[in-house]
Every structure is written in structure tokens, then in C-alpha cells.
């Protein structure tokens, strides 16, 4: 019996068209909704008088920030648009280092923009061009409104450093924490040539629980939270300090499989005691032999890094033992005081060894810490030891000191400072709507729009510092429109002044970066007409 395969029907082709038009239509709103849900999340953050977030793990560790990069890396975003905006935040906090939630707030704001442009018919690739035309111009605009500043300015870095900090949990601690960053990052950099501050290896942020973050100090040298080992009576304080820093283990070998050995006889078993305390010895004496009086011994995983025997052997001869030394600090060690790591007893030699003035123990009000300071001058590294009486505060402060310590490092890749306040958004607003004027056809709509998204910061800010926002914006562009380029909010008096003698400023990077990532994730995301799932 055979059977009849029916043919298979195909729609007309102007009706197909019409069908992937409206699929398009579709997943592009959806698209744009969804990023611009995560923005309004937090839209509230922005600013001096910005709302803080409680964040809550499902393990119950709890996080308090109204920071927009930590806030968006917390959140479980499943639609893939919305994590290009969790991106996007995680973008400007490497690029900037500050300005994550006002990168944020503005995408979501040229994604309004877009949506309507999208309505009215106007194709997203023409859109998505013209916003890019625009970003170029408002990167000219910034460029202009810019002023340059000479790095030997100390002042004006603390202005731009509390600046920074104005809109952290911790902001009433300012004035610990912007000297320390302005100085850690001079400390480290040659205010003539260096073009880049590389923050994980030239500056090590250490926390520990306990005091305040005024106890909060840098130290030109080293810090260590384990303490020191005396379990065997050793030293505490060596001066003229010659530190090794070695690689293996001062504990008995192990066999490579794991076996058993039974003893019958009490001879053999003082016999294996025996060896065990030479072996150890001999571990102990080949330090001793190359004039290390300060040892740093890495963490192992493999057996105990040190035992009470060889640390009693070290007690004896003096030397100071400080354990569990973390793999990853060994490079920011070594850099620091001049010594080479150790990994085999053999190689324990004097030119091996790094030195250093003074390295002591010291009681904190919630346990002790190792301080190593005096270290060779030629070592362009610092150490920064954070203070909280609270594990939430102790966070909030280590990443508001992160924040200080990058926008000094724009600084130094970008020698120029803007006025804050949202006066460079408005500025913004105001030029690029003059010169969409001078442009013809579809793209004078788009880069209209796109330089009306830009009310949105000032908007925001106004709104959170609980002022009436129309009317603040209003005034913000009369007096842009009159030449007054550094008028801004400012959220502590409730009015509009001239942001620039109020101190209230910023590195030209910040706002720079922010157009040009924001510009760029609207673009991606108005190109995208289906998502495709695979397995």
C-alpha cells in the first residue's frame, strides 16, 4: 500500500517577510525591555544621596554598597540582554574603575530612546549608526570641556579622590581614605612618564576585622594577617631583617603512594625519630648557614608546611617564622623586598635573600599582624591595610578604597579632570542637540534622541537628592544654554552652583569611557532581531 507524502506549503514571499519583520519586531523589544529593567535597578544607586542596596546570598552572607558594579554581578539575571548590561557595568569598572552606575543608567536611557526611534519605523541599523556618529562627537564635546591637570597637584587628586568617594556607605571617612590612595598610587608611579598604574601587582589591599576604617593606614612595606609562629618560644621583632622565602616544606617526606608501615621493635622506632629530627635539622641549618633570620613559608597543600619540631629548631637559632604565605602574594613579595623564592633546599643562598628594616609583630584590637617596613627604596610596590569593626563595613570600605585608587589611575592614564554634578551629561544634551540641527534626514531624528537620553542623569540625580527634577533640569539647560559650562547639582545644598568651586570634580576618562561602552551595548543589543537557543 503506498502513501501519498503531501507537498510541503509555503507561504507567499511578501507574507515571510512580514513574518520575520514582526519576529524581529518582537525579540527587539523584548531585548530592550528586559536591559532597561536591569538600569531601573539601579537607578536609585546614583549619586551622593543614592539609595544603598541589601544584597543576600542564598548561603545568607549578606553585602551592603550602592556600588553599580558589585550590585550587578550579585543580581541572577537570566534574559542574555539584561547580562550585556551586568557587562557593561563590569566593563566601566575595569576600564574606570568608577561611573558604573552612571553607564549604566545612560544605556538604559539611549535604550529609550531607541525603542521609540523603533516605533516610529526608523530601522535599527540606522539608528544603531547614527548613535555611533553621535558618541564620536560627544567624545569631542567631553574633550573640550575638559581641563589638564599635572599629577604634582596633590590637592586637586584629594578633591577628585573625595569626589569619588561622596557616594559611598563610607563617604564620612573621606578624608582617611583619599590621602592613602593618592598616595599609594604616587608611591608607585613616575608622575613624568608612567602611563598606567597596574593595581593588583604594584599595590597589595589587605583587610582586617577589627578598629575602624580611620585605623586604616599604608604601609611602605608589607603586611601580613597570620601572625608570627612562636609556638616554640621564637622571635618576634628582628631588625636589619634578611627574609627568605622559600617554596618547600620544613616537615618529614611523604611517600608519592599512600602506604603503611607497621614497627614491632621500639629500637626501630627510635631510629625513624631519630632521623626524622636529623632530616629536619639539616632542613633548619641550610637556612641558617645562608643568614636568613626571617622566614616566609608558603602555604602547602600537600603535607604541613612546618612542624613544631623544625619550627623549634628555628626558635633556637633565632629566626622569626611567619606561615601560610598565599601562592598568589609570592610575586608582590618578591617585588617588594628583593628576594627570590626558594623552591629547593639546596638553592637557600644569600643572594636569595631579600632584606628589609624592621619586621615586627603587632597586637590589633581583634588578633595580630605581621608589619615588614624599611624595604629597598627601588621597590616600587605599597601595602594598604584596611580597618572595619564589621565584616559589611570592612567590605564596603575595601571596595570604595578600590574606586579612589582607579580614578587616581585614570588619571594617570588620562591627564584630565571635568566638572561632576551631571553638568558634562547636560552639556552633552544641549551640544548635540544643537548639532543634530545641522544634520540632515533620519540621522537629525536619531542623534536628537540620542542627546535627550542624556537628561537622565541629572534627572536621576536630582530625584534621589529628593529635589524636583523638571525643574532642576530646566534651570541646568538655561544656564548650559548661557555659557556656563560647569554648572551642576549640587545635592547638598538642593540647587544648581558652579560644580567647579564646590571641588565637585572628575577624570575626563570616567565620562568618556561611559559614552563610548553605553554607545556601543545599545548597538549590539538594536542589531539583535532572534535569539537562537542551542544545545
Known amino acids: 500500500?503506498?502513501?501519498?507524502?503531501?507537498?510541503?506549503?509555503?507561504?507567499?514571499?511578501?507574507?515571510?517577510?512580514?513574518?520575520?519583520?514582526?519576529?524581529?519586531?518582537?525579540?527587539?523589544?523584548?531585548?530592550?525591555?528586559?536591559?532597561?529593567?536591569?538600569?531601573?535597578?539601579?537607578?536609585?544607586?546614583?549619586?551622593?544621596?543614592?539609595?544603598?542596596?541589601?544584597?543576600?546570598?542564598?548561603?545568607?552572607?549578606?553585602?551592603?554598597?550602592?556600588?553599580?558594579?558589585?550590585?550587578?554581578?550579585?543580581?541572577?539575571?537570566?534574559?542574555?540582554?539584561?547580562?550585556?548590561?551586568?557587562?557593561?557595568?563590569?566593563?566601566?569598572?575595569?576600564?574606570?574603575?568608577?561611573?558604573?552606575?552612571?553607564?549604566?543608567?545612560?544605556?538604559?536611557?539611549?535604550?529609550?530612546?531607541?525603542?521609540?526611534?523603533?516605533?516610529?519605523?526608523?530601522h535599527p541599523t540606522v539608528i544603531s549608526e547614527s548613535f555611533m556618529k553621535a558618541a564620536?562627537?560627544?567624545?569631542?564635546?567631553?574633550?573640550?570641556?575638559?581641563?589638564?591637570?599635572?599629577?604634582?597637584?596633590?590637592?586637586?587628586?584629594?578633591?577628585?579622590?573625595?569626589?569619588?568617594?561622596?557616594?559611598?556607605?563610607?563617604?564620612?571617612?573621606?578624608?582617611?581614605?583619599?590621602?592613602i590612595a593618592v598616595k599609594a598610587v604616587m608611591r608607585v608611579i613616575d608622575p613624568t612618564s608612567s602611563t598606567?598604574?597596574?593595581?593588583?601587582?604594584?599595590?597589595?589591599?589587605?583587610?582586617?576585622?577589627?578598629?575602624?576604617?580611620?585605623?586604616?593606614?599604608?604601609v611602605d612595606g608589607l603586611v601580613f594577617t597570620s601572625k608570627v609562629a612562636h609556638t616554640a618560644g621564637g622571635p618576634t621583632r628582628v631588625q636589619n631583617a634578611k627574609i627568605g622565602l622559600i617554596q618547600f616544606q620544613l616537615s618529614p617526606p611523604k611517600t608519592n603512594m599512600e602506604s603503611q608501615m607497621v614497627v614491632t621493635d621500639y629500637t626501630q622506632m627510635d631510629r625513624i625519630l631519630r632521623e626524622e629530627r636529623n632530616y629536619l635539622a639539616g632542613l633548619c641549618?641550610?637556612?641558617?648557614?645562608?643568614?636568613?633570620?626571617?622566614?616566609?613559608?608558603?602555604?602547602?597543600?600537600?603535607?604541613?608546611?612546618?612542624?613544631?619540631?623544625?619550627?623549634?629548631?628555628?626558635?633556637?637559632?633565632?629566626?622569626?617564622v611567619v606561615t601560610d604565605i598565599e601562592r598568589e602574594d609570592i610575586e608582590f613579595i618578591s617585588k617588594t623586598l628583593g628576594c627570590t623564592p626558594v623552591a629547593n633546599p639546596s638553592g637557600m643562598t644569600a643572594d636569595k635573600l631579600g632584606t628589609a628594616g624592621l619586621v615586627e609583630e603587632v597586637s590589633t584590637g581583634n588578633g595580630k599582624i605581621v608589619k615588614v617596613t624599611g624595604v629597598p627604596s627601588g621597590s616600587k610596590t605599597v601595602s594598604i591595610l584596611v580597618r572595619g569593626s564589621n565584616k559589611l563595613v570592612l567590605d564596603e570600605?575595601?571596595?570604595?578604597?578600590?574606586?579612589?585608587?582607579?580614578?587616581?589611575?585614570?588619571?594617570?592614564?588620562?591627564r584630565f579632570v571635568i566638572a561632576g554634578g551631571a553638568a558634562p551629561e547636560v552639556e552633552l544634551s544641549l551640544q548635540l542637540g544643537k548639532w543634530a540641527k545641522t544634520l540632515n534626514g533620519l540621522d537629525s531624528v536619531c542623534v536628537a534622541a540620542y542627546a535627550e537620553a542624556f537628561d537622565a542623569v541629572p534627572?536621576?540625580?536630582?530625584?534621589?537628592?529628593?529635589?524636583?527634577?523638571?525643574?532642576?533640569?530646566?534651570?541646568?539647560?538655561?544656564?548650559?544654554?548661557a555659557g556656563e559650562k560647569s554648572a551642576g547639582i549640587n545635592v547638598r545644598k538642593g540647587c544648581i552652583t558652579n560644580i567647579l568651586?564646590?571641588?565637585?570634580?572628575?577624570?575626563?576618562?570616567?565620562?568618556?569611557?561611559?559614552?563610548?561602552?553605553?554607545?556601543?551595548?545599545?548597538?549590539?543589543?538594536?542589531?539583535?532581531?532572534?535569539?537562537?537557543?542551542?544545545?
Open 136 to 179: 564620536d562627537k560627544a567624545e569631542e564635546i567631553l574633550q573640550s570641556c575638559g581641563t589638564p591637570i599635572d599629577l604634582s597637584d596633590e590637592k586637586s587628586l584629594l578633591d577628585i579622590a573625595n569626589t569619588s568617594l561622596s557616594s559611598k556607605v563610607v563617604s564620612q571617612y573621606s578624608d582617611v581614605l583619599s590621602p
Open 397 to 414: 570600605a575595601d571596595r570604595s578604597l578600590h574606586d579612589a585608587l582607579c580614578v587616581i589611575r585614570c588619571l594617570v592614564k588620562k
Open 285 to 320: 641549618k641550610s637556612i641558617q648557614k645562608s643568614g636568613c633570620n626571617v622566614l616566609l613559608v608558603q602555604k602547602s597543600i600537600l603535607r604541613d608546611a612546618v612542624t613544631d619540631m623544625s619550627l623549634h629548631f628555628l626558635a633556637k637559632m633565632k629566626i622569626l
Open 501 to 535: 568651586e564646590e571641588k565637585v570634580i572628575q577624570p575626563l576618562l570616567v565620562s568618556t569611557s561611559a559614552v563610548r561602552l553605553a554607545t556601543e551595548t545599545v548597538s549590539m543589543v538594536l542589531k539583535i532581531d532572534d535569539i537562537v537557543p542551542v544545545r
Open 196 to 218: 598606567n598604574v597596574n593595581l593588583s601587582s604594584d599595590i597589595k589591599v589587605v583587610k582586617k576585622l577589627g578598629g575602624t576604617v580611620e585605623d586604616t593606614e599604608m
Open 1 to 122: 500500500m503506498s502513501t501519498i507524502t503531501p507537498a510541503p506549503v509555503s507561504a507567499p514571499k511578501g507574507e515571510s517577510q512580514s513574518v520575520d519583520r514582526e519576529r524581529g519586531r518582537d525579540v527587539r523589544s523584548s531585548n530592550i525591555t528586559a536591559a532597561k529593567s536591569v538600569a531601573d535597578a539601579v537607578r536609585t544607586s546614583l549619586g551622593p544621596k543614592g539609595m544603598d542596596k541589601m544584597i543576600i546570598s542564598p548561603g545568607g552572607e549578606v553585602v551592603i554598597t550602592n556600588d553599580g558594579a558589585t550590585i550587578l554581578k550579585s543580581l541572577e539575571v537570566a534574559h542574555p540582554c539584561a547580562k550585556m548590561l551586568v557587562d557593561l557595568s563590569a566593563a566601566q569598572d575595569i576600564e574606570a574603575g568608577d561611573g558604573t552606575t552612571t553607564v549604566t543608567v545612560v544605556a538604559g536611557a539611549i535604550l529609550g530612546a531607541a525603542q521609540k526611534l523603533l516605533q516610529k519605523g526608523i
Open 459 to 481: 534627572y536621576t540625580l536630582a530625584e534621589n537628592a529628593g529635589l524636583h527634577p523638571i525643574d532642576i533640569v530646566t534651570e541646568l539647560r538655561r544656564r548650559h544654554a
